[in-house]
């Protein structure tokens, strides 16, 4: 059945610039990916939906402050509460922080620098939908890009999200690009059906231009959205 | 005309007529270039130039300065600097996949680092990768930077777009951003004069960059070109609506009326001039059928942009502008573009110095890693990391040695891409440093597996009224041009940054080329050596340390003269270099610091040492001149290799040592630099 082919949208804000990359790294991995819109408030049937990288509305306010607004989102926002699966990239993640699907926040680099570069990272958990491919304590290496990755969370929110195991990747020893707590790159929602991440998965997909790792979370996502469809059958 | 102008129309020429605009100093000397070929889509004298890759496939380039701008106010200017070079892609119907800048400053200062952060401003904001470039320091940019951009796109090779208005009665269009202010008179104030200390006030010439509106405009241009909507696509840059529509109807050999009350502003009380010249940013300008307004009406709402109908083509062949009616200026259009003045130039030589000679001088590893740490050799990881070198997925070789490496979907083909000027030769020969800005740039791109196509250019110098300036300009020209003749390789696109000089001090003359080399497999191409490969110096021309890093760093200063490279060994080496890349497990041209500095960088990049034997001498280790190139492959391959070229066999890969250092000792000088 591995044939069957979810349907994995990925929303185009204007400003978006990994939504392209996005779209071809999940087709190449077995998706259907679907490019949606900002400016539609009504989604197509989907399996799962992923917010990509990029400067959405320019950014120029508070990184994703705009784009959580947007038309588009507010189906995202309802998608995930009704436990669908929903994976953010870079400004997806920051997005999905503004919108409140994720704890914390993303400030401005430690460096205040934009930083590219490739970041060797954790794998914390592998029971959830974005990690199942990954074997725990695997280190993957991925890139980051970003001037806003620095994830942050007061003491007590922070304590609630190790405590309830949310933390998914962390920036291996000496690897952290942004100064986040606790070395957080990516985290899931208490629910389990939302992810969001600073390095960028669909960086890594083809190891011609890097790293294939990339690929295990991807692939993860599209098994995990696979799954849904069978079970629906 | 057979009249006076009057004022609004005198306005217009002084733009149109400026050096920026004009090339009033360099349009004769420029014809001395080879610029066809068989694969030549597009020549000089379009937004951009443009080669046929094979394939059905079509690669759009060019280089372009911002330099007064970015003296005058480097985040702005470098920004600006990405976003009108992206808009000559575009212009083309090109979707841009690369971005490469050329910095030359005083020292690594705090306009340095602006204008670094400038460009990852305007390039991680658009979603173009920024894939190379160089950032040398010296001096002679101390008072007057050098910021140049270079972007290059790819389209369907049928699908060329180009400026030209024609068909009588087809709309213009003016889309993107709305019109101010700001950056009025910016290409004749700026550009095309000379710079000194009270510049403070030139600050309102330095156009403001909206990334965002420029990423929409991008977005919405090419699915304008991709619905065949626009007949014509021009960028509204320099001089901005008075160029643009000038150009737009000399190339089209018609006439444009304008109504500049239809402009959308973004202030009150605009004047028609006004209007017509400001050079606010993230703004294009089409020719649209009438039966298609419609579909490209709804395409800019789509990517909320303002779009007007500001006029239409006629055949009178006149730039006729309105404003609430009334006519307020005629100008034949050629006589804004191709009947612009050109004057002569009067070079006076300067006379040349004699070669230095120089016992032998011995040298240990100390001065290696000196050299490793200096600004113009230690690494540049600290500038790439600020770009977002990875968007789009097609970057296989990533900055950082010689040319990256962007792939063409869905074949395994790719695109080497590299932009150079001149070493320290620049302030000793001006011959000798056009030859070399176009040898190194050929040789980056062929030792990273690529076959150079063509070239663009970008001629920074200072004032070319003053004789020695126009000399150098001859001879700088008339060395690049035997170099792409040698190469066989043409020159495609290119832009005249003229008047660098502030307080009466010139710059180095300056020629930056930018190369565009095809691969066959980007799966093939040289990568990291390997413990047991043979290590190997490609190319055998006459060495000094005259111009060299060496000799600026420990003998006092560039001085002398350092020896011509012979063409015809240079293009040798750069077919041998891309004939050989598919059994080369590694290739790096040998450049600034020479051979020793060479085999650093290679070892450092592949994370690995070498046993190489070298004469402790100077001229050895970091003689420079013509072109070398390090370059490694297994023990069973050596004889596969052609003996084009000469060739020697220096040591092999193996341990964590090079030259008696630890590569760990080496790392720490490159990537930390001076302290």
Known sequence: ?233 | MERDPNDFELAVFSLLWSEHCGYKHSALLLKRFPTDGPAVLQGPGENAGVVDVGGGEAVAFKVESHNHPSAVEPFQGAATGVGGILRDIIAMGARPIALLDGLRFGRPDWGFSRAVAGIGHYGNSVGVPTVGGEAVFDDAYEQNPLVNAMCVGVLPAERVTRARARGTGNLIVLYGATTGRDGIGGASVLASQELSEEDGDKRPTVQIGDPFTGKKLIEASLALVEGGLVASLQDCGAAGLASSLAEMAAGGEAGVDVELDRVPLREDGMEPVEIMISESQERMVAVVEPGRLADVEALCRRWELEHAVIGEVTETGELRAFFGGELVGTIPARLLTDEAPRYRVSPEPRAAAAPIVHDPIPVEPDDLLALLASPNVRSRRAVFERYDHLVGSRTVRRPGLDAAVLRLPPSHRGLAVSLDGPGRAASLDPHTAGMQAVLESARNVACAGGRPLALTNCLNFGNPEKGEIAWELVEAIEGMAQACEALGVPIVSGNVSLYNETGGRPIDPTPAVGCVGLVEDVREIPGRWAEGDVVLVAGAPELSLDGSEYQARFLGGAAGRPPRPSAAAEAALVAFLADAAPVLTSAHDCSDGGLAVALSELALWSGAGADVDLEPDALEWFGEGGGRAVVTCRREDVTRLDDAVPLREIGVVRGDRLLGVTLDRLRAAHEGGER
């Open chain 1, 1 to 233: 059945m591995s044939e069957v082919r979810p349907r994995v949208g990925v929303v185009t804000f204007p400003g978006s610039n990994d939504d392209r990359d996005a779209v071809w790294a999940l087709a190449a991995l077995g998706a259907d990916a679907k490019p949606l819109w900002h400016a539609d408030e009504r989604l197509p049937a989907l399996d799962a939906i992923v917010l990509p990288g990029g400067f959405s509305y320019g950014d120029y306010l508070r990184a994703g402050a705009i784009a959580r607004f947007s038309p588009a989102m507010g189906a995202v926002v309802e998608f995930a509460r009704e436990g669908g699966l929903v994976l953010g990239i870079c400004n997806g993640f920051q997005v999905l922080c503004e919108a409140g699907l994720l704890p914390g926040v993303l400030r401005p680099n430690r460096s205040l620098s934009f930083v590219c570069r490739d970041v060797r990272l954790t794998v914390e958990r592998t029971d959830t939908p974005f990690t199942s491919r990954c074997r725990p304590g695997q280190e993957l290496t991925i890139p980051v890009k970003h001037g806003d990755g620095c994830w942050f969370a007061p003491a007590a929110l922070l304590a609630e999200v190790e405590g309830d195991d949310l933390v998914l990747l962390r920036y291996a020893e000496g690897e952290n690009p942004n100064g986040s707590v606790a070395d957080v790159a990516g985290l899931v929602s208490p629910e389990g059906n939302v992810m969001g991440l600073m390095p960028h998965p669909e960086h890594a997909v083809d190891p011609l231009l890097g790293s294939g790792d990339g690929a295990l979370v991807l692939a993860s996502l599209v098994d995990a959205a696979r799954d849904r469809v069978l079970q629906a059958a």
